[in-house]
């Protein structure tokens, strides 16, 4: 087996993140016969069989699977590799890179991203959205806002004050009044992932008893409860930005919050000036 070729890697990844060549191809720009030689080329370089071919598509080998993290590792790394390249150590300029999950990314960071843009200009970013935990010490990201505890070695990591999430719903509901409780109000839970009612079950809380909708992503989750589906979590501080109107507050679940960088990338003033900056606000808005 010879060393494959760099720059063959990136089709091989999008192929199994994305599933099939046609999407890989839209993915990353290319043409679908280029991305399918370029995969032909990389098979010919390991000498082994990635896919198998079908008239359903490619489907992935034992092989493919095994090697997919390790695409992905030298895909980080060399992302990487350009991001500490596209500025000077002490300079605050170029790209930091943040990982966090989908509602914080999708609620919280973007008025944080502009404020910083503004009072460094010369700053780019880029946001991984996901509820994984990307890896740090193989340089997945820069910075990492995370609802779990950080495992691997070599990371700074600051404790946030914990993160309230709390029942929420469109309008206000004057249950007391109306006589009718809220596990009896339409409410919005997961579906595979089987959290949310579990958690209420292990908290000693009545389970409600009309679900109206199931979803894991918890941003349609978020539009749902806005579009008056139903009773749904949400973080506090953010159901109360948007004008949503908490049901059962003495409900509420802590969630921690960590504040992740990787030692060596805490040295770079970029990220450093990143980094204190998401410490200071994060703990009024999460």
């Known amino acids: 087996m010879s060393t494959p070729s760099l720059d063959l890697i990136p089709a091989f990844h999008a192929v199994m993140q994305h599933g099939s060549l046609s999407a890989a191809a839209r993915a990353l720009g ?3 016969p280029t991305v399918r030689r370029q995969i032909e080329a ?5 000498g082994t069989q990635l896919f198998t071919r079908s008239a359903n598509g490619l489907t992935p080998t034992g092989m493919a699977q095994t090697l997919l993290p390790l695409a992905a590792s030298v895909l980080a790394e060399a992302a990487a590799l350009g991001r500490v390249a596209s500025a000077e150590a002490e300079a605050l300029e170029g790209v930091v890179r943040i990982t966090t999950s989908r509602v914080v990314a999708g609620h919280v960071l973007p008025p944080l991203i502009e ?3 503004r009072d460094a200009p010369g700053l780019r970013f880029e946001v991984a959205a996901t509820d994984r935990a ?16 950080p495992r691997q070695q070599a ?8 993160c309230a999430v709390g029942l929420f719903a469109a309008t206000p509901l004057d249950t007391e009044t109306a006589g009718t409780p809220w596990q009896d109000l339409p409410f919005v839970a997961d579906d595979r992932e089987d959290v949310i009612l579990p958690a209420l079950a292990a908290a000693g809380v009545e389970a409600p008893r009309r679900i109206a909708l199931r979803c894991d992503d918890p941003l349609a989750q978020i539009a749902a409860i806005r579009a008056g589906v139903g009773v749904g979590f949400c973080q506090v501080k953010l159901g109360e930005r948007l004008g949503l109107h908490r049901v059962a507050p003495l409900i509420v679940h802590p969630m921690p919050v960590w504040l992740v960088v990787h030692e060596d990338q805490a ?3 970029r990220i450093r000036f990143v980094f204190d900056r998401l410490k200071s606000a994060l703990r009024h808005l999460l």
């Open 155 to 162: 990371l700074v990591a600051v404790r946030l004050p914990d």
């Open 267 to 269: 040295r770079i003033a």
């Open 30 to 32: 290319l043409a679908q």
């Open 115 to 117: 404020e910083m843009r």
């Open 134 to 149: 990307e890896d740090l010490t193989r340089r997945a990201a820069d910075i990492a806002i995370r609802f779990t505890p």
């Open 42 to 46: 990389l098979e010919a370089e390991l």
